[in-house]
Every structure is written in structure tokens, then in C-alpha cells.
């Protein structure tokens, strides 16, 4: 029978043998069956549900574009096609799902395709929401939140990525001229974003996002700033610029009250959650981000705007926040710290990972992020939170700073490992360890294999020979010890007692 389904409009409703009811798109009558079939009933109609919106979608951007006459014709069959793609997909036909899309849609024409995938990406992150009063239209009825409203976005927006790879048309969006498989991940970022920024109650964000829409020049006449702010996704990193002028006339203010610090670091957490989930996504999807993030593109977070505001939080937190918390505020702290600090390094890396070593830029940017990675994990060390700080350390290859925490703490085992498990680390611990003036704890730490230890006394003679002794290898020990002896031209005493021990040397090897 015909019916209305609060989630899904306009619906079959499918009575099954057990009693259960099924709401069924009515553009996709023809799949009753596989649902009727189906052992997983909540996960087929919620397809189903996905399919009919975004239907409507792709019907909504095409109409938007401009097509000229001579193809308005091929444009609306490739359109008509691609629509029935999408219900192919949510069939879970296999064989239309191992076709390619050109082969579904009958035209190798790459580029109308894309435009297609394009625009209906564009129209899914940019269109007002609809079933809105605050919004007007012919089909406003029930208030939804904001929050439903990104939810829905994300939900669909992810939905074509699916369809796209199923259809092996990924490749194609990824490698062409405007980046379309980019900027639908990044589309998908910033629906993150927005959901964690409308979910907050912090006071500071709510003023930024008012300040957004100032910034935006957009018009708030008929509705709220948040409402404007929200609906243009696009441009969410306007609010962090915000946030962060707000963050600062706080801290200019030297307020000490309770209410005022709570809300400073709400507005810290918030920022730090929104991180999370982008880098939480692209972890999710980093083999579509593989494919579309090509050496030398950047993303939205890959500025010195994103990355300097995301440090300054850990500044607020470490240096504000943390010293007017109790015990189980500080841990709070600490964490949410911890968290922002290494998505701010994972920035930095990601990013470094795509440009060439030959480019300028890149030895720049690697000395910027090793300054950087300094001063922000330095702070926990100085609090003794040595987990943390050996956490961070190990996972961004702070390799002077791990020397020094295992020295501090006196964790020569973790040492050793660390040098068993980092190529490198142990000729950094040595050099550490002579810049510290430790030249007996470099002889004497163990911190690798001999061999490796002799590799590197090979340019630290007046070194070298005690190790040599120390390992009974007295003949090699007494030649180095005449070479010095023979070199040293400004006190004789020296001279004669280095040329003494190198007697003695030998003598030793019998």
C-alpha cells in the first residue's frame, strides 16, 4: 500500500510475513523484492532512503548547469542513466556493480560524467536545507536542527563516494583538472566540522560564528547568523580565524573568573575534536586520499593560518586552562592537549610527505615543524608527564628528546629498544650525549650494537682509544694512541703520557 514514512515522505508500505513494515522509495518499486529478500532489513531501507535523496540531488544539480543545445540532448540521457546508476547500486546488483559507470551510462565521455559527480557534490554540500519553515519553500513542514541537517549531508555525500569507487569511476574524479574526488573528501571534512560546531554550547564559538557571518557578508536578515553560517560549509575555517580572535581578547582581559576559564577551554576542546574527526576520516579513507592527493596539492588544513591556530590551543590550554583546574581537570587538560598536538604534527608530516625534497619549501617547512614539534611537546616534559611526552616523541621521531627522557628517567632498556627500532636513533643518542658533555655515558650507555659505537668513535679518536681498551682490543688501542701521540704539538706532557698508555697498550696485547 501507498503511505507516508516520517524519515522516507512519500512510500510503499511492504507488510512482511513477519509482521514487520518496510517503507520503499516509490522510484525504486521495482527492488521490493530484494527487501523482501533481504536478511538485514534496517540496513536495506535505510539504502533505500539514501538512494531517493540522492536521486533528487543529482536531478536538482543538473538543473543548475549550463548545457548548451548541441549536447543538452546526450547530457539529459547520460543524466537519466546516471540516476538509474544509483539505483543499481543500492540494489546490490553484482553485475551492474562490477560495470564500469561508462559502460552503465553508455558514453566514455569522462568529462560530462564528471561534471555530473561534480556538480551534484557541489549541490549537496551548498543547497539550503529543505523541510525547514525558517527556510521557506514549497516543501517547508517540520523544524529540523541544524544538526540533522549536516548529518543528512555527511550521509549523502558519503554515499556518492561509494557509488563512485563501486562504479570504478573513482580514478577518473581523482586525477581531473579541478580535483573532483578532493574536494568531495573535503566536502565531507568540513560537514565534520560544522556538526561538532553546531553540537557546542561554548559561548566563545557561538560569537564566532556570528562574527563569521560578518565576515562572509552574508544575510542574516531572514534568519539566524548560525543558520547562514551552517549553510555555507564551504568556507567553515572562517570560524576558527574567529575563534581564535575571540581566544585572544580572553587572554588580554587576564580574567581569572571560573566561568570565563571553562568556556576558554571548551572552546579548545571543541577545536580539538574537530581535528579528530577529519584526521579520524581521512584514516578511514586514506586509500581515496592516496589517489587524489597528488604531490604538491594542498588541502585546507595544509596553512600556517590552521596550523599556528591549532598550536596556539595548546598554548591556551597548557599555559592558561591548566593551572586554574583540579586534579581531574588537569588530566582533562593534559589529554585534550596531547590529542591537538599531534594532529597539528600529522599536519605537518602528511604535508611533507607530498612535496619534493628538492623544493625549497620543503627544507623549510621541515625546519619549521622540528622547531615546532619542540616547543609543543617540551611542555610535558617540563610537567614530568613522561608518557606523553614519550608518546609523542617516539610517534613524530624526536629522536633527541627520547635520549633525553630516557636519561631523566632512567630507562636505559627503553633506550636500547628505541635504537633497535629507529635507523639512526642510536648515532643521534651518541651525538646527544657528546653535546651534553657525557662522553662516558656515550661509552658506556650500551645504547646499540659495538660495532656501531666503533663506527662512530671513527671521527672521535680522542674517544675511540677507551673504547678499544674497554673492548681488550689493546693492539688497535695502542695504535690510536701513538697517532695521537704523534699528533699532538701543543703540551708535552700530553704528548709523552698518550705515547705511555700506547706502550703499555701493546704491551697488554702481548
Not at 576558554?264 to 587524489?292: C, G, I, K, N
Not at 616523541?393 to 628528546?401: P, S
Not at 660495532?451 to 679518536?461: A, E, G, I, Y
Request: aromatic share 8%; with cysteine.
Amino acid at each position: 500500500s501507498s503511505g507516508i514514512n516520517a524519515e522516507y515522505g512519500e512510500c510503499h508500505i511492504v507488510t512482511l510475513t513477519s509482521g514487520v513494515t518496510v517503507p520503499v522509495i516509490l522510484e525504486g518499486v521495482e527492488i521490493i523484492s530484494a527487501v523482501v529478500n533481504s536478511g538485514d532489513i534496517n540496513l536495506i531501507t535505510k539504502q533505500l532512503g539514501l538512494v531517493k535523496l540522492l536521486v533528487k540531488d543529482v536531478k536538482a544539480a543538473v538543473s543548475n548547469l549550463n548545457i548548451s543545445a548541441s549536447e543538452g540532448d546526450e547530457y539529459k540521457t547520460v543524466e537519466k542513466k546516471f540516476i538509474g546508476a544509483f539505483k543499481c547500486f543500492i540494489e546490490f546488483n553484482e553485475t551492474q556493480e562490477q560495470a564500469t559507470l561508462q559502460d552503465i551510462l553508455g558514453t566514455d565521455d569522462v568529462g560530462m560524467i564528471s561534471r555530473v559527480i561534480s556538480e551534484t557534490g557541489e549541490y549537496l554540500i551548498s543547497a539550503t536545507p529543505a523541510a525547514d519553515p525558517r527556510w521557506g519553500g514549497s516543501d517547508a513542514n517540520l523544524p529540523v536542527t541544524l544538526g540533522l541537517q549536516i548529518d543528512e549531508r555527511i550521509r549523502r555525500l558519503k554515499g556518492l563516494l561509494q557509488f563512485v569507487v563501486a562504479t570504478g569511476f573513482y580514478d577518473n574524479i581523482a586525477t581531473s583538472e579541478n580535483n573532483i574526488a578532493l574536494s568531495l573528501l573535503q566536502y565531507v571534512e568540513k560537514c565534520l566540522v560544522a556538526k561538532i560546531f553546531c553540537g557546542s554550547n561554548c559561548a566563545l564559538l557561538r560569537r564566532a560564528v556570528n562574527e563569521s557571518a560578518v565576515i562572509l557578508k552574508l544575510d542574516t536578515s531572514q534568519i539566524s547568523s548560525e543558520d547562514v553560517v551552517f549553510s555555507n560549509i564551504k568556507k567553515m575555517e572562517v570560524v576558527y580565524g574567529a575563534l581564535a580572535e575571540g581566544q585572544n581578547s580572553v587572554l588580554s582581559s587576564k580574567t581569572e573568573e571560573e566561568s570565563v576559564m571553562q568556556d576558554l577551554f571548551s572552546s579548545v576542546e571543541t577545536v580539538q575534536q574537530t581535528f579528530d574527526a577529519v584526521l579520524s576520516w581521512r584514516a578511514q579513507s586514506h586509500q581515496l586520499y592516496e589517489s587524489a592527493l597528488k604531490p604538491g596539492i594542498l588541502t585546507w588544513c595544509d596553512t600556517d593560518e590552521i596550523r599556528t591556530m591549532i598550536s596556539a590551543q595548546v598554548h591556551i590550554a597548557m599555559e592558561t586552562v591548566l593551572n586554574e583546574v583540579d586534579e581531574d581537570g588537569r588530566y582533562q587538560v593534559l589529554l585534550v592537549s596531547a590529542s591537538l598536538v599531534e594532529s597539528v604534527l600529522k599536519l605537518y608530516t602528511d604535508l611533507l610527505s607530498r612535496l619534493s625534497p628538492a623544493d625549497d619549501k620543503t627544507a623549510n617547512l621541515q625546519s619549521e615543524f622540528e622547531r615546532r614539534r619542540n616547543a609543543l611537546i617540551q611542555p610535558f616534559v617540563e610537567l614530568k608527564v613522561y608518557q606523553i611526552a614519550f608518546t609523542l616523541a617516539e610517534q613524530f621521531k624526536h629522536f633527541t628528546l627520547l635520549v633525553q627522557l630516557c636519561e631523566d628517567t632512567k630507562d636505559m632498556v627503553k633506550l636500547r629498544s628505541l635504537s633497535a627500532q629507529h635507523p639512526g636513533f642510536a648515532e643521534v643518542a651518541y651525538n646527544w650525549y657528546l653535546s651534553q658533555g657525557k662522553q662516558s655515558r656515550l661509552l658506556t650507555a650500551n645504547v646499540a650494537e659495538p660495532q656501531q659505537l666503533t663506527k662512530f668513535l671513527t671521527s672521535q679518536p680522542h674517544l675511540k682509544w677507551i673504547h678499544q681498551l674497554g673492548s681488550k682490543d689493546y693492539s688497535t688501542a695502542g695504535q690510536t694512541l701513538a697517532q695521537l701521540g704523534e699528533q699532538e704539538k701543543e703540551k708535552l706532557s700530553r704528548k709523552k703520557t698518550l705515547l705511555s698508555i700506547s706502550k703499555l697498550s701493546f704491551l697488554a696485547d702481548g
